[in-house]
T-cell receptor, first 110, second 114 residues
Framework: RKEVEQDPGPFNVPEGATVAFNCTYS??????FFWYRQDCRKEPKLLMS???SGNEDGRFTAQLNRASQYISLLIRDSKLSDSATYLC???????????FGTGTKLQVIP | DTAVSQTPKYLVTQMGNDKSIKCEQN?????MYWYKQDSKKFLKIMFS???????INETVPNRFSPKSPDKAHLNLHINSLELGDSAVYFC?????????????FGPGTRLLVL
């Protein structure tokens, strides 16, 4: 089983739709969690950290479920500019590295 | 001002050649990384340096040799290039060791081995 797993997609959604991605992680010692965004032919950039209590940033909501070992990202009112690959990132306690998921591709259609 | 920069952005070379990729960060970060992103877009860590000291070396062939002359620079030298080395190589930095810290990525170096 991969350390961090994501549905690769693509998710094709119309503008204005709400879309949700999940990411599962295998190591229960995982300590911190992030969502990064990677545009086509660009570098990954931090979208948001994921806190135990869940957190929201505008149209984006991230949640963590430690019992089931998954994190989620919800995007409301999708914009064309949201089209990108969304990478789930997990840091494992005791390891000095973060592990990236393979990413979920989102395409928002006019 | 570019925070994390890499040179070159594109590198096309023949199998068997030796090449280097340079990375510099002006963020004052202590930790720098090299990642490889293959054709399936999987981003995998290769090396991590903290204050010029190697702290992570992920089962990378010894044809790949990182060098950190100071904490603002982490270069990657690749000997005897193979077709499978074709990928995008990203340099990144973070204030500490990546533990609960944001990673800042460079624009990537697209390597094509012919």
């Amino acid at each position: 089983r991969k350390e961090v797993e994501q549905d690769p997609g693509p998710f094709n959604v119309p503008e204005g739709a709400t879309v949700a991605f999940n990411c599962t992680y295998s190591n229960s010692a995982s300590q911190s969690f992030f969502w990064y965004r990677q545009d086509c032919r660009k570098e990954p950039k931090l979208l948001m950290s994921v806190y135990s209590s869940g957190n929201e940033d505008g149209r984006f909501t991230a949640q963590l479920n430690r019992a089931s070992q998954y994190i989620s990202l919800l995007i409301r009112d999708s914009k064309l500019s949201d089209s990108a690959t969304y990478l789930c990132v997990v840091n494992i306690r005791g390891y000095q590295k973060v592990t990236f998921g393979t990413g979920t591709k989102l395409q928002v259609i006019p | 001002d570019t925070a994390v920069s890499q040179t070159p952005k594109y590198l096309v070379t023949q199998m068997g050649n030796d090449k280097s990729i340079k990375c510099e960060q002006n963020l004052g970060h202590d930790t720098m990384y090299w990642y490889k992103q293959d054709s399936k877009k999987f981003l995998k860590i290769m090396f991590s340096y903290n204050n010029k000291e190697l702290i992570i070396n992920e089962t990378v062939p010894n044809r790949f040799s990182p060098k950190s002359p100071d904490k603002a620079h982490l270069n990657l030298h690749i000997n005897s290039l193979e077709l499978g080395d074709s990928a995008v190589y990203f340099c990144a930095s973070s204030p500490q060791d990546g533990n609960q810290e944001t990673q800042y990525f460079g624009p990537g170096t697209r390597l094509l081995v012919l």
